[in-house]
């Protein structure tokens, strides 16, 4: 394995007031770090939140939420 | 540290759900987890992927999809149920550069409005047919679709869907593959994120088909309902990938697109005047100005005109004749035809009402001013509706006199004799107006008004055959003849 190749960071945003609970994301993920919460949001339901370390941006949770804007994907570059 | 989106909401959705009533303006209407929702979003990535939103149209069926509308940043059209794929021809007809995409659910294309759906297939209208099958109907509330799997229980098959009874699931993806038109048809399931990314593949492709004008692509969408299925989120993924996919096997049914040429249809007329050129040829140069109004009395009130006789003796054309003669001298003119299916030899009548002012109904049952018979039973019929001093014209040739309360203004002609003799019993109408030309100059009209008759006939008989001069000479003479041959009873 290469070791000089910068491995790509990614993280997950879950907007908790555009989640409807529905736990497609959560089933989803390959690497499981998508938990449903104990809380509630706005609208009565549980959502799903990340638990803030391991995702690969590989995007399955995006495609697999019905909602239009409660997963957002994001890329984290460190620059030297 | 630089953070670059990589997935966000697409740019196909508005930012804000204006259009959506209520408290929420950024979520969808869906129940959780519904298959609705992920399309929308493929769609939405596509859409402004390819750069199409200024020219995309998005028809909204009947279904939970309904308002569409709210979300897309496009054009959007609600349609009655199941017609999409119909006014989804007229919007590519009439402006081919729209990128019409028909959504439609199982209710919506699998069962009121399938023949819609299989036409619009048929002649290969450049439509992206996306059909979202869940196999059940969602929003009336779980209710057995036509996609509804065998041993499935609904509310309207608590037993389960019994074969026996109900039939077998529709396959609309492998009837429409079946022919010719079509150039692209696939199944695809909403269900693992592997089957949701070769769904995407399928929609975008469509889309992209509907762009480059290949041609009529659909692509059948396997979505869950786990709310009317009772299902969560896992069960629901296996429901489809094992249940459903039993009875609708994914995968590519029909891909021609790329060995069609761009689908090509008559250009559409947009500029106003030639439309209405095209649909209301002007055939005949109005004698008057079109603020003329014949002074004589009668003219003042509505006149309702009731013409009788069997079908096939011109009985319909003598009532369009007196209506067109109306319209050519600025009345507003009703003409309301009323016959059997089969096309010579029933009965026949219609009813012709002109007026100064706007017509109301264009149905003539009861007070009528002139009654015009051509044979016996409709003289039995409808002499009973016409009014005090009303006028009865009937054909003496056929007709026994009636038997008539004097207040009546009868006359006679014999309309077929003449008619026959002159060549042709259809000229028996035109005999008809001539005898009510001079029914009109004994009883009704004053001055100019008399002389007006004759012209406003002529004008009238060139209007309905303008392209046929033998035959204009001939209704001509008929009705000089009808003019002579007329008595009073």
Not at chain 2, 97 to 102: D, E, F, G, Q
Not at chain 2, 207 to 216: A, L, S
Not at chain 2, 458 to 483: H, P, R, T, W
Request: hydrophobic letters at 35%; one cysteine or more.
């Amino acid at each position: 394995m290469n070791k000089n190749k910068i491995k790509k960071k990614f993280k997950v945003i879950i907007e908790p007031d555009e989640c409807k609970g529905c736990e497609r994301c959560v089933n989803a993920c390959p690497k499981s770090v998508l938990k449903m919460s104990a809380k509630l949001n706005f609208m009565g339901l549980p959502y799903a939140y990340y638990t803030g370390d391991g995702c690969i941006g590989c995007s399955a949770c995006f495609y697999n939420c019905p909602e239009p804007g409660a997963v957002t994907i994001v890329e984290i570059t460190e620059e030297d | 540290m630089a953070e670059i989106v990589k997935h966000a909401r697409p740019k196909g959705f508005f930012e804000n759900f204006d259009r959506r009533p209520g408290a929420i303006h950024k979520n969808m209407h869906y129940c959780p987890g519904c298959g609705h929702g992920i399309l929308h979003k493929i769609m939405a990535e596509a859409i402004a992927d390819f750069g199409i939103q200024d020219d995309t149209v998005i028809i909204s069926p009947v279904g939970c999809s309904v308002f569409a509308y709210y979300y897309f940043d496009c054009f959007g059209i609600s349609v009655p149920h199941g017609r999409a794929p119909s006014v989804g021809t007229g919007l590519n007809r009439a402006n081919p550069k729209n990128i019409v995409i028909s959504y439609q659910g199982d209710g919506d294309l699998g069962a009121i409005g399938f023949n819609n759906f299989i036409q619009a297939a048929n002649r290969g209208e450049n439509l992206c047919v996306l059909f979202v099958n869940n196999a059940i109907y969602g929003m009336t509330g779980g209710q057995m679709a036509p996609t509804t799997l065998p041993g499935q229980k609904t509310v309207t098959s608590p037993g389960g869907r019994s074969v026996m009874n109900d039939g077998y699931p529709m396959k609309v993806a492998e009837m429409v593959s079946t022919l010719d038109a079509p150039v692209y048809v696939e199944r695809a399931a909403l269900s693992t994120t592997r089957n949701i990314m070769k769904a995407r593949k399928a929609v975008r492709k469509a889309i992209k088909n509907t762009v480059d004008k290949k041609g009529f692509s659909m692509v059948e969408v396997l979505a869950g309902c786990p709310i009317n299925l009772k299902l969560n989120g896992k069960e629901m993924n296996e429901f489809i990938d094992t249940q459903m996919a039993r009875f609708f096997p994914l995968g590519c049914l029909k891909d021609e697109a790329d060995q069609r040429d761009p689908v090509k249809r008559t250009e559409g007329e947009h500029d106003p005047e030639r439309v209405r050129e095209a649909l209301y040829p002007v055939k005949v140069q109005k004698g008057v100005d079109d603020d003329f109004r014949n002074p004589s009395k009668i003219f003042e009130k509505e006149r309702k005109i009731k013409v009788a006789g069997f079908g096939g003796q011109g009985v319909l054309s003598l009532g369009n004749m007196i209506a067109t003669m109306g319209k050519l001298r600025n009345f507003n003119a009703s003409w309301l035809p009323s016959y059997g299916p089969e096309m010579r030899g029933g009965t026949a009548n219609c009813s012709v009402i002109l007026s100064r002012k706007t017509v109301g109904s264009p149905i003539v049952d009861k007070d009528c001013n002139l009654l015009i018979v051509l044979n016996q039973p409709s003289m039995d019929a409808f002499l009973p509706i016409l009014k005090k001093n009303g006028v009865l014209i009937y054909d003496s040739s056929t007709i026994d006199p009636p038997k008539v309360s004097k207040d009546k203004i009868v006359y006679a002609v014999k309309a077929s004799d003449i008619a026959k003799r002159l060549g042709d019993l259809r000229y028996a109408n035109s005999v008809i107006l001539g005898a009510l030309s001079v029914v009109m100059e004994d009883c009704f009209l004053e001055g100019e008004d008399k002389k007006d008759f004759d012209r406003t006939f002529e004008e009238a008989i060139m209007d309905c055959f303008s392209n046929k001069e033998s035959v204009i000479q001939l209704n001509i003479e008929s009705f000089y003849a009808g003019k002579q041959a007329v008595q009073r009873i």
